[in-house]
DNA sequence: TCATTAGTGACAGAATTTGGCACTATTACA
DNA sequence: TGTAATAGTGCCAAATTCTGTCACTAATGA
């Protein structure tokens, strides 16, 4: 049996018995005393709160709140949690928040730092507002999975983005913006551009915007927003 | 150095420089080419993309895309995450919600099933209005973060929960409830309690409980909760 | 006082990992 | 076309790590 395997097992054992004998977790993985001792030294190592007593009666038990998981995610499934909790925290006075940001605070140390930096530039251009205008949810298309990648690059590399954009009337037209920032008045997203040819910042749902795609010969210099003051970069981010 | 050690230190380099030859790795993390060849391999098992070309100014590559992380997450932790992204989802049209899920379910699988299925009978108690009404935002206090764990153990033990309650014109005065249920209609969470004094549901703003408690010696047989059909429970979880 | 339990240290044997080597397949370049 | 450079595989012995055994200490309750 596998070290990480035994690991597992103890853990698991503990969890459903309660209170343990080393000789029991023994017998239980198939090891040797000995070596479910270094296992549990093992354990505590990696944060594990496991009480213990020693004399008759004695025995191991495993603090149910200490109890942990990992998982490998991926840079985007990191972006896609922090940005979900970033956006509950701003839209308004919500519970877990402080534990939830523990948690993505955790995956995002293990993250590597360039990949960190990008991130939080990226949220630099996201903003919430308190709430939304009312809205016929009937009304409201889907937001292009698509969007949201052409948008980080076109943004990070200060590329031109274009896209079809449909307006309240349906009429379907082709733009092509300097994109500067995201704009969250929950349950509508904006995407907030500067329109070279107008000259002129211009505010698309993005649940009307199809077919996105960054322009890579195209270059601009970023300018800065100017918002209300109700709205606040959800840049806030944990540690 | 340590295996786990030496995997880390490959995909650092690998991401720093882009492109490298088996060789230069070897030399750069101190083993031999066999060594990392049998590293690479392990690593593209646990889902890092690792592009190879073979021939004369070959070499590997990772795909940046597939930079994975790692995070040990306690229980409460990853109850947190859920509720945010759940709570995002059914507030409305999101983005992201397809990776947040993703990532979400990786951790949850990694979970011990029966903290699974708590997790599941507490969220089944969890119901997400469309809308708020039109609240007074400064009006609005701050969750006590005691209620929800107090609220939780209530819930799952069938325990009766007392508190202190401050009604709309400041009152305060003790309940003790009989915990069905609790409502979101963001900003707002209520909590939906039957109250066995006035033999009737009350809904409580959650902002104005103060001084929540189980009362580990009652206890009550859990009833249904009449909702309306625009109210749907945040069941509807990753996978 | 004694049985029972956690915990430590040392060491030999078991198991796993590592390095070296010979090999194949692919590619760019002269 | 030939040659050097590269990824990748299989095999085996050496190096390293892990495991079990044993002897021990300390703490606890009966």
Redesign the interface.
Known sequence: MNTRLRHDAI??SL?RNGTLTVADLAQEVGASRRTVLRDISALRD??FVIHSEPGRGGGLQLD??????????????????L???A??RA??????????D???A??E????S??VRDLRRFLDCLYVG???P?VD?SD?G??E?A??PAFETAFLQRHHLGFQYRDAKGAVTSRIVEPQAMLIL??L?YLVGWDPVREDFRHFR??RISRPKYLPNTSFRQRHVPFEDNIRPIRDLPR
């Open positions: 853990v698991r969890r990696e944060g149910p709140q200490s109890v942990q998981t990992t998982a490998r995610l991926s840079v985007a499934e990191v972006f896609a949690l940005i979900s909790v956006c509950m839209a308004g006075n919500l519970p877990f928040s402080g534990l939830a523990a948690g993505l955790k995956i140390r293990a993250l590597p360039d990949k308190q709430l939304s009312q949810i409201m889907v937001m999975p969007l949201l929950p349950p997203w993005m649940d």
